[in-house]
Structures are given as C-alpha cells and as structure tokens.
C-alpha cells in the first residue's frame, strides 16, 4: 500500500496536480528572478494578467481560438491538468549577437476538456503563451483573439499599416508614431512589434514568435482605447499576378477563415518582451528563445558577411573608363573593389534577369564570368529575385544557380503575411538550405524565429530602411534609427542597408533617387554596423565612393556581422542608443542619436581589467553643417573607465577597442 500511494505522490509531482472539471480556477507563474508573475484566470473564459515589480502592467486580456467544427477554444473552459515546469539551459549559437543565450523560464501548462491546451512561458524579460490542440482530423480557423491591455500605459510607439494596396497587402515599412492609447486611430492596422511604454517608467513589446504554418499578426486599438486586440488576414481564395513589375500575386479574395491546418498542432506564441528601462530591450533574445530548434544539422556552410550593394546608388560608378551600369565589366569591378576591402559579397540586384523569369539573364550578363572572377579573387555572389517568378520555378533556379556557384538569394516583393506567404518563407528556406545557399528576404514581414529554425535564412527588411531615402518626404530618419534598435530590431536581424559616403544635416538634406544622400552624420552610418543586428550586411553606397573614403571603408570591413556578446551600454527609445559587442577579444562600440546634440556617458566596466587601444571615430566639429565631417583618433581606455562622448545633430560615435600590446 505504501509503494502505491509514494508511486502516486511521484506522478503528482512530475505531472502536476488534477483538477478535473474545475471553473472558477486562479494559477500564477513567476519569472525564475520572481519579477514578473503572470496570473491566469479560468472562468467563463480565459484570461491572463502580468505584474512587473508587484505592479499590474498588462492584463486582465482574455484570450480564444475559433475552430469551425470544434468552436471556440477558451469559451466556458473546463481545465483538467495543470503541469508546471522549469528549464535553465544555454543556447550555443553561430550565427546571432552572441555565442551563447541563457534560455531559463518557468512554464505552467494548462490541459482543457475539448483537445485543447496551453502553455505560458515566463522568463526574466518576458512572458508568452501559444495554443496547443490535439484535433485528429485538418481543422480551418476562423479567428485567434489575442489582447493586450494596458492599465498603466502612458504611450505607445506605432507603426500603422500605411499601404494603399488592400488592407493587408503591406511591405511592412513604417515609421512610428508616438501617441497616447487614446490618440490611436480606431480601425487602423498596426503592425507588430508595437512598444508600450508604462507609467512606471517600464517598456513592453508586443509580438510572436515560432509562426510557422499560420498567419501572422497585426492589431489594432480596442473599443475603449485601453489596449490592442490582434487581427489576421483571411486565407487566400483568389491571386492574381501584378504589383511592381509583375513580381508579385496579389490577392483578390479572402476566405472567412485565416488557417487551415493539422489539428494536431502547436500555435505560434503570443509575446511580450519587458524591459525595466529601454537599453535592456536591447538585448532581449526572446523570439529566438521561442523559436523552433534548427532544422538544418551542419551549417558550417553559411557564411555571414558583407555584401557590396549596386541598386542603392544606380550603379552610378566614376573614375572608370567603361560605361557603368548592369553589365559584366561593372560587377567585375564590384568583385575587384569587394577583394580589396575584405567584403565577402557581391550582390546583382534586379536587372541581371528578366523581371518574371529568373531563368532568362539578360545579355549584358555573362553570370558565369562573374562568378569565376569573383572565386578568384575569394569572393561570392548573391542573386536578387522576385518572390513570385522564384516560386514558379524554384527548383530550376536552385538547381542551376547553386551548380554555377551562386550563394544565395535576396527575395523580394513578398509584402504580405497571410498563411500562404508565411508557408512560402519555411518552404523556401528548406529548399534553399537543400542546395546550401541562404535566403534573405525583402519586402517581409518581421522576424519570428525562423533564424533559429532555419539558419540559412541571414537577415530580411521589415524595416523603413536606408533606400527610403531615395524618394521620401520623411525627414526624422536620426530619430527613426534610434527607435528601431528597441522595437523592430528585438524581432531579429533587421538588414537597414547601412553605409552612405554622402551624407546630410537636417538643412541640407533631399531625396534623390539616382544619387542619394543620407540623413545625418559619417559617424552615424558607421555606428550602424555595430548598433544594427544582420548578419548578413550591406555596404549601400557605390564602390567609387568608397574608394575616396579609405578610413570609413576601412572601419566598416573591419566590423563582424555575428558575435559572441553584446552589452547594451545606454539609451531611451527615440533618443539616443550604445550598444558594445565582443568577438573573440575585441569589442565594437556604437552610438546613435537623434537630430539632437547630445553627450552620453558610457561605462567601460564590460572591458574587465587592463589597458586597452581604442580606434575611435567621432563626429568632426562641423558636422552639424557639414555631415561627413569626422575625426579618427587612437586613444587608451582602461576598464571600468568611464567615458562622455558628444554627438553632434543626426551623429554617431563608434570605436573599436583591443588589449593594449
């Protein structure tokens, strides 16, 4: 009797305790620091709260998944089982911010009557939940309801959908506004991630993670403007091939449902991230912590880097004696420029084939004489291509390109989100990772871990990026660029195309579409290589450029792509930001601010003891009037020194620090 009731008691513990047909039902799961709890409630629905320092910043949100044959999931629940759970491991990576991610939360799992679960997770920096079912037959979804409210919000940072091409047809490219929960429009799609700043000086951010399979997920205010309530674009009925030049399908119809999909499934996870001041955003890895492990076993193969980027500045090469433009000559010269820099990448951007046929290269284009000068000289070659014209054939174009030494992709246009696209993303990627060349992907959606989940997947957009300024009005992009490193940039690696030669004060500053200038200072393009995560990461401007600019091009070459740490070292969201990252024994600093002049001090303590050589470029004493003016200076720095650095309007600061000899 006694082996029966101890054999019992193990069971209880390892598998937590029955409660059986029970309503009215109060859990709480902690944070492993004990900082954040969330409390989750069953009544005639689902509910979760989430408390930060004992105080209520999110919550009480009720959550649902509509099913057409099984109802709505989270209605009149009847919770059977509920399973804690703990996990403290680290996550080795190669191709990330870091070598190494500490992957430690405390998770409660929740069995429903109806073959249905779900499962919290909360870490130190933040909580999730997702949908888990158990269905045996395919089911379709007719709606998820996700909420997020905010009791104690005191703004929000929203980037509204701003396309006119259908309310979810969007290249997911937007600038924020900074507005009071109450100042949002109604009806308006926002997308994710969305930073909420609390009046406890905290700051939340909304987004998901593991979205594979499923549509992803936009939101939109509440009736009472005290939170957001997710929304998803229905499943596509009806394409039609068009957009900009025939490159992508457009859809014509939805279904009244978003999904359709096995029933027996994990959901994508709902997220939020939280950080106890902004620079902690900074290095939050959740998305990556609640992604789906790699799916590809050796990945020795994928190479991050640089890549030399002809479209930004329209091939517009001088001091040559050929006649620049999509042709071989030039891209040669792009290979020979790529060689004498240590960039790892050329890329040949929309022209070298014709525009809805990947397979037919136009005849300025002899491909394979490219690609041999540039293995010659030890460096690769990516592809630019239409999302559309490479699904049609993209075995032919794997198959051919991979044969003839091309590395990889860069895929554009997709600009929507629904579960046909997101299904496009996984497939693409595992074809790819089949012929060992990587993807990155243009005009996409934010990150949700399929990084992680497919490695050879570098970088993508989702990001008003550094080609805006080609033809926009915008004139706040300083302000921009240091916003995007606490909200966009947390989802994963964001490529902004950094690296502008000709650069502007706010005065002097226009958009010229062949000929481009950047906002700001030298000094707050160059901090874009250590501040903006990408491992795959683009020089924009026009090798001739870079050619008079020796000490910038010198300074960006030198910048790894991936890293084994990185230390938030300041910032508030809006203003300003400084980020150090490590790899091996050297550390990269950058610095950021908005078109405020502004000196930040930064503590050196991450450096540990000793002397070391700092390389240091800093904005020139004129470029509040003159942006390319700059200065380079060595100085030594010991750790746990601490140091004021004065940007100027639109600047930047960067430094590479090494062990003194």
Not at 87 to 95: A, F, G, M, Q, R
Not at 415 to 436: I, L, P, T
Not at 494 to 503: E, R
Request: proline residues 4%; contains cysteine; glycine residues 8%.
């Amino acid at each position: 009797m006694k082996k029966v009731v101890l054999a019992l008691s193990l069971t209880m513990l390892l598998w937590g305790t029955s409660v059986y047909g029970k309503k009215n039902e109060t859990l709480t799961v902690k944070s492993p620091d004990g900082k954040l709890n969330v409390t989750i409630g069953v009544t005639d629905e689902i509910t979760w709260s989430l408390e930060f320092n004992d105080n209520l910043i999110a919550g009480p949100s009720s959550i649902a998944l509509e099913l057409d044959e099984y109802g709505v999931l989270g209605e009149e629940p009847v919770l059977r089982n509920s399973f804690p759970s703990s996990k403290d491991e680290v996550i080795k990576t190669s191709l990330y911010k870091k070598s190494e991610i500490d992957n430690e939360y405390n998770e409660l799992n929740l069995i429903f009557k109806g073959s249905y679960g779900l499962i919290f997770r909360v870490y130190n920096d933040g909580m999730a939940y997702r949908f888990v079912t158990s269905m045996k037959k395919d089911v379709k979804v007719k709606s998820e309801k996700a909420e997020f409210n905010f009791p104690a919000a005191d703004k929000a940072y929203v980037p509204y959908v701003r396309e006119p091409h259908g309310r979810y047809q969007v290249s997911f490219e937007s600038t924020y506004d900074v507005l009071k929960l109450n100042e949002v429009k109604k009806d308006s799609l926002i997308i994710t991630p969305l930073l909420v700043k609390n009046n406890d000086g905290s700051s939340v951010v909304i987004s998901e993670a593991d979205l594979e399979n499923y549509p992803g997920m936009f939101l939109k205010i509440n009736n009472d403007a005290s939170g957001f309530v997710a929304e998803y674009a229905g499943y596509p009925t009806e394409e039609k091939q068009g957009g900009y030049n025939n490159l992508q399908s457009l859809v014509t119809n939805r279904a009244d449902f978003i999904a359709k999909s096995n029933g027996n499934r994990a959901y994508p996870w709902r997220m939020m991230a939280v950080g106890e001041n902004d620079a902690e955003l900074l290095n939050n890895d959740l998305v990556y912590k609640l992604a789906s492990p790699s799916r590809i076993e050796d990945t020795s193969w994928i190479i991050p880097g640089k890549v030399a980027w002809d479209w930004w500045n329209a091939w517009n090469l001088f001091n040559v004696d050929f006649r620049a433009g999509i042709n071989t000559e030039t891209y040669k010269y792009y290979v020979d420029f790529a060689a004498e820099n240590g960039i790892e990448y050329v890329i040949l951007d929309e022209g070298w084939s014709e525009s809805t046929d990947l397979m037919k290269i136009v005849p300025e284009i002899d491909l394979q004489e490219i690609i041999g000068h540039a293995q010659s000289k030890g460096v690769d070659i990516v592809l630019w291509a239409g999302w559309l014209p490479l699904d049609q054939k993209m075995d032919e174009v794997f198959e051919k390109y991979s044969s003839m030494g091309v590395k990889g992709y860069k895929i554009d246009f997709m600009n929507r989100d629904d579960q046909k696209m997101v299904n496009f993303y996984y497939r693409v990627a595992k074809r790819a990772a089949e012929y060992k060349q990587f993807v990155l992907f243009h005009g996409a959606f934010k990150p949700t871990g399929l990084q992680r989940t497919y490695p050879n997947v570098l970088t993508c957009e989702g990001v008003f990026g550094l080609e805006q300024v080609k033809w926009t009005k915008y004139e706040n992009f300083p302000e921009y660029d240091v916003t995007i490193p606490f909200i966009r940039m947390l989802a994963g690696p964001m490529d902004y195309t950094p690296g502008a030669m000709d650069n502007a004060s706010r005065s002097a500053w226009r958009a010229v579409h062949t000929d481009p200038v950047s906002q700001g200072t030298r000094c707050h393009q160059l901090a874009m290589y250590v501040v903006y995560d990408s491992p795959f990461s683009m020089l924009c401007d026009v090798p001739s450029s870079y050619m008079e600019e020796k000490e910038s091009v010198d300074f960006i070459s030198s910048v790894p792509t991936v890293f084994d740490e990185t230390v938030p070292l300041a910032g508030e969201v809006g203003d300003y930001v400084a980020v150090a990252r490590r790899k091996g024994d050297i550390w990269y600093i950058g610095a950021m601010t908005d078109w405020n002049q502004r000196e930040v001090e930064l503590d050196f303590s991450f450096l540990g003891d000793g002397e070391f050589k700092a390389t240091v470029f800093a904005d020139g004493i004129n470029a509040d009037r003159a942006a390319v003016d700059y200065t380079k200076e060595v100085i030594s720095i010991g750790g746990g020194e601490k140091l004021s650095i004065k940007m100027k309007p639109g600047g930047g600061w960067a430094a590479i620090i090494e062990p003194a000899e």
